[in-house]
């Protein structure tokens, strides 16, 4: 029997105890430490960043103010869009939903990756200002990470009838042509914002209230008469169409307080259609950015400055017969003529007869009197960018360039700038400053007398009667006073092109007491007779007959009709045959 080994009770040593309690207190300590700090001292820093996660600043967008036309017809509005923007974090995970979000807002599953791709890892635009039926089918889905935020976007009610005038509207609401652009201080609204209570998904919960209320833009009010601008695009339209014109602008403007009722342009696009103006040629603004050497259209200014200095009398007659040389070339008719009077050489455009006035008028006088009457200077309308054309000092002016400017050529202007000065011929003698924006002061200066302008307008109105160059300007009933331009276009090799033409014709009505002056300018024809007489005195006629109707200026009655020509035996053959003979 073997002994038994005594059992023997083993004592830890004090210190693991000690030890044991000691980590559970500081375990305890740096626990209540952590949640001390968290709870007392990191509490506003925890709680900032907790809004920065789930309290979101949103932008509530402002409306551009309207533009309107000067009877109060609305040409530029605001109407409901959407934009939709994704957070890619969240929907990336909902990928198996991509084709039915591509499907609600009309685009290919490829071009909706991509759009996602396009932004930065927490924001990505898929849509700006889109239609709100699409805002509503994908609100529709309930697909996590890609939102609907309503907005605006600018809708033209005339769409191309307007587009250079009034320019374009950029995404980000601010102008990016026209008056949108050159207006933009006072149209553009400014942006507020709303704080948003969101959840993990980015789901709006709860709008807690604005932070900055929006302030919408100013509205801006035109002097422009709807239909004048409709019939002065369109009648442009048909004409840039048949003579295969490049472009082309018109204004419409009144003679006494310097109003523009149309101010149209081609090529022109539709912006109320997605990417409709896509080229930057089609909402350029012919009538204010696009100087020409305007051709004959000139003269009567020239004439206005010879008269003034005494350098011929109303009653002059100069041989033309005979190519005048000048400068090493000699100076033509394009129809031969003998002797002319003053009021002959407007009316058949004689070149060699102008030439000759010019030649007998200081230069200085010509230069003033194209200064005066608004030639070489830049408008103040709002467009920027827009020309003011060339007028060439005095001083620089040789014999050639002397007689030259009197014909058109040496000088450019804008179609703008001839309206401009035509009006003052058909007031009277005042430089009335164009204007564009409803209620703004009239600013007249005369620049030649009364009398002289009188001449001018009985003048101006033989050059559209028979055998006038501007006989295809006529309109029955009303009497019509205007001035053909027909200019080839330069090579830009010092020389010119031989079937491409500025073609103008500029002309007021009712020629006894003047209410409007219409300029157009058709550039780049090479399709048939391209003179200013056959190709731009049609759009006046039509544009200047439904313009007269529409402001109530009758015509004059011959028994129950409207008067019509004397000449009752002319066809339009001969019509077009004198216009193209003198157009130059």
Excluded at 257 to 279: D, E, T
Excluded at 395 to 423: C, F, M, P
Aim: charged content about 15%.
């Amino acid at each position: 029997m073997s002994a038994e080994r005594p059992k023997s009770n083993r004592i830890l040593p004090r210190w693991r105890a000690v030890l044991i309690l000691a980590i559970i207190f500081v375990g305890f300590v740096i626990v209540l430490t952590r949640d001390t700090d968290l709870q007392w001292w990191q509490d506003h820093t925890l709680r900032d960043q907790g809004r920065m996660r789930y309290m979101q600043d949103r932008p509530l967008p402002a409306d551009r103010g309207v533009i309107y036309a000067g009877n109060g017809t609305a040409l530029a509005v605001n109407v409901p869009a959407v934009t939709i923007w994704t957070d890619p974090r969240i929907f990336n995970r909902y990928q198996k939903d991509w084709d039915k979000v591509a499907a609600a807002l009309n685009l290919s599953p490829q071009a909706l990756a991509e759009r996602v791709q396009s932004g930065g890892s927490g924001f990505a635009y898929i849509l700006r200002q889109g239609e709100p039926q699409m805002g509503n089918a994908l609100n529709a889905l309930h697909v996590p990470g890609i939102y609907v935020q309503a907005t605006s976007r600018t809708y033209y009610p005339l769409g191309a009838v307007t587009t250079p005038l009034l320019g374009l509207v950029h995404l980000d609401h601010h102008g990016a042509a026209g008056l949108e652009r050159g207006y933009d201080q006072w149209l553009a609204g400014h942006s507020g914002t709303e704080k948003v209570l969101v959840d993990g998904q980015g789901e709006v919960l709860r709008v807690l209230g604005a932070r900055h209320a929006p302030v919408p833009g100013h509205d801006l009010h035109l002097t422009i008469n709807p239909q004048i601008q409709y019939w002065a695009y369109m009648t442009l339209l048909a004409a840039q169409k048949h003579f295969g014109a490049t472009e082309g602008s018109a204004v419409v403007m009144n003679v006494e307080n310097g109003q523009i009722l149309a101010m149209a342009s081609v090529p022109s696009c539709n912006p109320n259609s997605r990417n409709g103006c896509g080229n930057p040629a089609d909402y350029v603004n012919n009538a204010v950015h696009q100087a020409f050497e305007p051709g004959s259209v000139m003269k009567p200014f020239m004439v206005a400055a010879a008269l003034k200095t005494g350098s011929i009398q109303p009653d002059q007659s100069f041989n033309v017969s005979h190519c005048l040389p000048v400068g090493g070339f000699c100076i033509r008719d394009d129809v031969v003529h003998h002797e002319l009077n003053v009021a002959h050489i407007l009316k058949y455009s004689s070149d060699i007869g102008a030439a000759k006035i010019a030649l007998r008028t200081p230069a200085q006088a010509i230069y003033d009197m194209y200064r005066s009457a608004g030639f070489g200077k830049e408008p103040d309308l709002g467009f920027a960018g827009a020309t003011g054309g060339v007028l060439p000092q005095p001083q620089n002016w040789d014999k050639a360039r002397h007689a030259t400017i009197a014909l058109g050529y040496g000088v450019s202007v804008t179609t703008l700038q001839l309206a401009e000065g035509y009006a003052a011929i058909a007031n009277g003698g005042y430089h009335v400053a164009p204007t564009l924006i409803a209620g703004q002061p009239v600013q007249k200066q005369r620049i030649m007398p009364a009398n002289i302008a009188a001449h001018l307008r009985h003048w101006l109105e033989g050059v559209c009667a028979a055998n006038g160059t501007g006989i295809l300007a006529a309109i029955p009933g009303y009497a019509v006073a205007g001035k053909t331009g027909t200019a080839n276009m330069a090579n830009g090799k010092d020389g010119f092109q031989k079937n491409k033409t500025n073609a103008t014709f500029v002309g007021f009505a009712p020629g006894f007491a003047p209410k409007l002056v219409m300029a157009v300018t058709m550039r780049g024809s090479t399709r048939y007779w391209n003179f200013g007489g056959v190709e731009s005195a049609p759009v006046f006629r039509v544009t200047m007959r439904h313009a007269l109707q529409e402001l109530n200026i009758s015509p004059r009655w011959c028994g129950g009709k409207a008067c019509a020509s004397k000449n009752k035996g002319i066809t339009a053959t001969q019509a077009e045959i004198w216009a193209e003979g003198g157009g130059n």
